[in-house]
């Protein structure tokens, strides 16, 4: 029997609004990634992963879901989906969605009705809604805190005009969490995950995964977390990771399993390390990911330690790894890789903070990429990635539309959303034909974009296509990794026949010190000149046996 395709594929994050935009509104659209699939073609990923497109006030970037079994007509229609997923087919490029179950839009029309209802009713309970403390019930029922800054719990107004109850929202006010204790909300879910598959999506990425049940009684936290990515704190507040959650998994699992072809559950999930495996046992969903990773500065402990810790837990449970650098809620890597190893990112860049070194950013990022490639188990690559996008700072504060730059003044996450750049010439660098940006693009889009890459030796891009043609055919995904003693300032494995390099000095790095001497390299993160068995600094290789 032959693995799943998606224990060691590469998916591709495509973040909807900033893709390609088809209509030119300034935001991207379905029919926008129908145009632009030749380009995913051309590098090679086995699937897409979309990030939501269903209806939505938009509020968190369509993480706000009004109707789960629609499109928002800013994306086109449903027919539109089911022509990409055609053209996509017709490419062998499978289409996972985004799946919400944590929360809905406040424009929900459950939600709506829910409001519209009293205490008490079946209404209100498919919603957290609660009586407030203090007298007067003038106080948030316990003290917990939105991911996004501020009280987590917000009041409502009754039909006749009286201050009510609260309602819980672990993220803005506009995202009301649903009631996972109520067996209707269960049984909306499954028909939601019905409607898409029976669509033919290949898969679904579970959002917020760790969350949807909470500790009964819903006590005061002693930890808040703050941002969306806590790893390795022991102690999470007590609406994450709560062994309820794992019910919901195991009857998700019986549907998709009735499925042909092999589908996906994937979770976005921040539990600890130690509990990641709970989520992708057998009867679970397939795959988390795994933000170690992505966390990880320039150091070779620390990567390492992100590579190896995760492997190991994932063994436990016979699961797949995965690996992911960048998506739409963090700081590009060829940015964070431009700072030093020590700097301390805020949530977000801003426009105040020292800018990065861009060539050192894109190397380091390049190296780390070429290795995350080489590695067993999925990559998930995000969007612009491919051709060493960067963080945009210098986005003017109105423009920002993160809820989190909303609510908590921090810079948040539009600068990893900027919109794509396909054609360094063309108006809004081919993303609109009109020209229109729904946020500003930054002249060095214009310097690496698509058209200046693709097919171009040694760019960024060429990069990433030789890397998935040649993992794909020496099946890298598939291999066990075995570590090469490599000192301090390089980390080295073997797969196989393959042996991967990563210098992380500022020295060029002798093969031959690791062992490696009659190697020859297959393919070398940056195209600097650079003489035989001598792996440049900062930079990673692939080698084979020679002859
Ligand atoms: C996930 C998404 C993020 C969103 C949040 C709330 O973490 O990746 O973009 O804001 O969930 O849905």
């Not at 019905?194 to 959002?207: H, K, N, Q, S, T």
């Not at 990559?379 to 989190?404: C, F, K, N």
């Amino acid at each position: 029997m032959t693995a799943p395709w998606w224990r060691d594929a590469v998916v591709y994050q495509v973040y909807p609004r900033s893709f390609a935009d088809a209509n030119g509104d300034g935001m991207g659209d379905l029919k926008g990634i129908t145009s632009r699939l030749d380009h995913l073609e051309k590098l090679g990923v086995d699937a897409i992963w979309l990030s939501p497109f269903f209806t939505s006030p938009q509020n968190d970037g369509g993480y706000d879901v009004a109707d789960y079994c629609d499109v928002d007509p800013r994306f086109g229609t449903l027919a539109d989906f089911d022509e990409m997923l055609a053209r996509a087919k017709e490419r062998n490029i499978r289409v996972i969605i985004d799946l919400v179950p944590n929360h809905s839009s406040s424009a929900h029309p459950l939600f709506q009705k829910a409001l519209a209802a009293a205490p008490g009713s079946p209404e209100r309970e498919m919603y957290m809604f609660r009586e407030g403390k203090g007298e007067n019930g003038e106080l948030p029922p316990n003290n917990w805190q939105s991911i996004f800054h501020g009280d987590a719990w917000t009041r409502v107004k009754e039909a006749d005009g009286s201050d009510g109850q609260w309602y819980l929202h672990l993220f803005d006010t506009s995202q009301p969490d649903w009631n996972w204790e109520n067996p209707k909300v269960r049984e909306m879910f499954r028909g939601i995950l019905r409607f898409w598959l029976d669509r033919g999506v290949a898969g679904m990425r579970i959002d917020v995964a760790h969350g949807m049940v909470k500790e009964e009684g819903l006590p005061d936290t002693e930890v808040n977390t703050k941002g969306l990515v806590a790893l390795d704190s022991d102690k999470l507040p007590p609406y994450f990771d709560q062994d309820g959650v794992h019910e919901i998994y195991r009857d998700w699992r019986k549907i998709i399993n009735e499925y042909p072809g092999d589908r996906v559950l994937v979770a976005e999930c921040c539990a600890p390390r130690h509990r990641m495996p709970l989520y992708i046992r057998p009867d679970e969903l397939h795959q988390a990911f795994n933000f170690s990773f992505l966390l990880a500065r320039w150091d070779k402990t620390l990567l390492h330690d992100a590579i190896e810790k995760p492997m190991a837990l994932s063994r436990e449970v016979e699961g797949s790894n995965t690996w992911v650098l960048s998506n739409h809620d963090v700081i590009r890597h060829a940015t964070r890789y431009g700072y030093a190893p020590d700097y301390k990112f805020g949530e977000g860049l801003s426009r105040d903070e020292p800018a990065p070194d861009r060539e050192l950013g894109l190397r380091r990022a390049r190296a780390v990429s070429l290795t995350m490639l080489s590695l067993p188990g999925s990559a998930y690559l995000y969007q612009g990635e491919e051709l060493g996008l960067e963080e945009v700072a210098d986005i003017p504060d109105e423009l920002r539309e993160d809820p989190a730059h909303k609510r908590g003044g921090v810079p948040g996450r539009d600068g990893c959303r900027v919109p794509m750049a396909w054609q360094h010439d063309a108006p809004a660098y081919g993303f609109s034909e009109t020209g229109k940006s729904w946020l500003p693009q930054p002249a060095s889009y214009g310097e690496r974009a698509a058209d200046k890459q693709v097919d171009v030796p040694g760019s960024t891009f060429e990069m990433y296509r030789a890397a998935i043609r040649l993992r794909r055919e020496l099946k890298l995904g598939e291999q066990e990794l075995t570590w090469i003693e490599s000192g301090d300032e390089a980390l080295a494995f073997r797969l196989g026949e393959t042996a991967v390099v990563l210098n992380l000095s500022e020295q060029p790095l002798d093969l031959a010190t690791l062992g490696l001497g009659g190697m020859r390299e297959l393919l070398v993160s940056y195209p600097d000149e650079h003489a035989a068995g001598m792996l440049p600094a900062n930079c990673a290789a692939w080698l084979t046996p020679a002859g």
